[in-house]
């Protein structure tokens, strides 16, 4: 999956398309974070422990995308961690991520202190930082990409090996904080318009391809030249997560892809995916894609660009294509 984790990365890591995230799912909709107000910060923290044997451990984590964002007067670490498959052990280990940037900004208060020569005394002496000091919030979204639906805990009270409807159970909550997962499910993604960027056309593909094959090709076909003016990042990341149909990713790093060749294998693309629509009406629609597919992919592996053009216009070489590779 490191070709899927890699292409989702480097697409969250645009600004535009970041703060799009955030205004579709937690402000819901509301143009709340503008791209001009985010910044990048240092994707990795870590910290040193002694444990109870007395050695000192170093404890490190790396995000996928953090960003500072500037909101209204004050300013927001905000971040998003992708997961292709479902972790059971998720909001612990966001807690630890979070925990880890909070940490993080109170050593950076320490180190500030300490180089303007601030004279600490009591309380503060202990801590390192004054009263006044102040961090920042730190939120984290966990966006899930996988297959299936999303079985695991959703909270760390999710998580406890605790009777709910005991007595202890309530007296225990009193004192317990919860940590709740801010979890997006692309499969499973509501309001769609709520989204600006390249975002509601990747996000809507994911979700009809998973949930409603007719309205996958519908939308493909319906919102063809709009999936084509994609940037370059947002088609690899769309490909990437479609799974099936990632093989197609290599069809657009052909040579020559800026010209006429890689217009040629666009239109190949869009009459294959065409004809796997109308073979689907007679043999069944996944059946008919799936056969159409597989022949994509050998014609790329073989190298054979031409053969694949040729095949998008004309149906009886399309056949016996089929029948060379046995398909």
């Not at 605790?162 to 317990?176: G, H, I, N, T, Y």
Request: hydrophobic share 35%; net charge negative.
């Amino acid at each position: 999956m490191a070709e899927e984790d890699y292409s989702v990365n480097k697409l969250m890591r645009n600004s535009v398309r970041f703060a799009d995230l955030y205004n579709g799912t937690v402000f819901r909709g509301k143009q709340v974070l503008k791209p001009e107000d985010l910044s990048d910060v240092p994707d990795e923290n870590g910290i040193a422990i002694v444990g109870l044997d007395g050695k000192r451990r170093l404890i490190r984590r790396s995000r996928d995308v953090i960003k500072k964002a500037s909101f209204g007067a004050y300013f927001v670490l905000l971040a998003e961690e992708n997961q292709d498959k479902v972790h059971y052990a998720m909001p612990v280990r966001s807690m630890l991520y979070d925990a880890l940037e909070y940490t993080e900004q109170v050593e950076a208060l320490k180190r500030r202190h300490r180089e303007r020569g601030d004279i600490l005394e009591g309380d503060a002496f202990l801590s390192g930082i004054t009263r006044d000091d102040r961090i920042m919030p730190v939120v984290t979204l966990t966006v899930y990409h996988g297959a299936k639906p999303w079985d695991g805990p959703r909270s760390l009270y999710d998580m406890l090996e605790m009777d709910r409807d005991s007595k202890e159970w309530e007296a225990l909550k009193e004192v317990l904080p919860d940590y709740r997962l801010n979890l997006v499910e692309l499969n499973n993604m509501q309001h769609l318009e709520r989204f600006r960027s390249s975002l509601q056309p990747i996000f809507t593909v994911l979700k009809y391809n998973c949930k409603d094959k007719r309205k996958f090709y519908e939308y493909l076909e319906n919102h063809r030249e709009e999936l084509r003016k994609m940037d370059d990042d947002s088609v690899r990341a769309m490909l990437a997560l479609l799974g099936e149909q990632k093989r197609l990713l290599r069809m657009l790093e052909l040579p020559g892809g800026e010209g006429k060749e890689r217009m040629d294998v666009y239109n190949a693309i869009d009459e294959l995916i065409a004809d796997g629509k109308e073979e689907g009406k007679a043999i069944g629609l996944e059946l008919g894609q799936k056969r159409v597919n597989e022949l994509i992919l050998l014609l790329a592996r073989a190298g054979r660009t031409q053969d694949m053009i040729r095949a998008a216009g004309d149906r009886q070489y399309q056949e016996k294509l089929f029948e060379e590779f046995g398909i």
